[in-house]
Nanobody, 121 residues
Framework: QVQLVESGGGLVQPGGSLRLSCAAS????????MGWYRQAPGKERELVAA????????RYADSVKGRFTISRDNAKSTVYLQMNSLKPEDTAVYYC??????????????WGQGTQVTVSS
């Protein structure tokens, strides 16, 4: 029932930018906090950014602060991750997560299929 579909990944050079999108359906999007996680080969999944249901509060991993911006458009049931000044260490599969509990700092129960981001020259 719940569907999360990521898009926008690809190959980009260091210093470049990408914007990821996550289109949601099957639930009341505007009532759910959302998160972006990533997982690089051989590493654990980590939170990249999170946003409250109305978009009023955001948080970021220290490694991406000042470079990434999470936003949402509740009318479109879509959450975005704008990634600027990309570094090779940003290379990972990026996953959209629905139901992120912002104040408990806990991931939600629903995941997208992931989109690959590769930063390389």
């Amino acid at each position: 029932q719940v569907q999360l579909v990521e898009s926008g990944g690809g190959l980009v050079q260091p210093g470049g930018s990408l914007r990821l999108s996550c289109a949601a359906s099957g639930f009341t999007f505007s009532s759910f906090g959302m998160g972006w996680y990533r997982q690089a080969p051989g590493k654990e999944r980590e939170l990249v950014a999170a946003i409250t249901s109305a978009g009023g509060n955001t948080r970021y991993a220290d490694s991406v602060k000042g470079r990434f911006t999470i936003s949402r458009d509740n009318a479109k049931s879509t959450v975005y991750l704008q990634m600027n000044s990309l570094k090779p260490e940003d290379t990972a599969v990026y996953y959209c997560n629905a139901g992120y509990l912002y104040y408990r700092e806990r991931m939600g129960d629903y995941w997208g299929q992931g989109t690959q981001v590769t930063v390389s020259s």
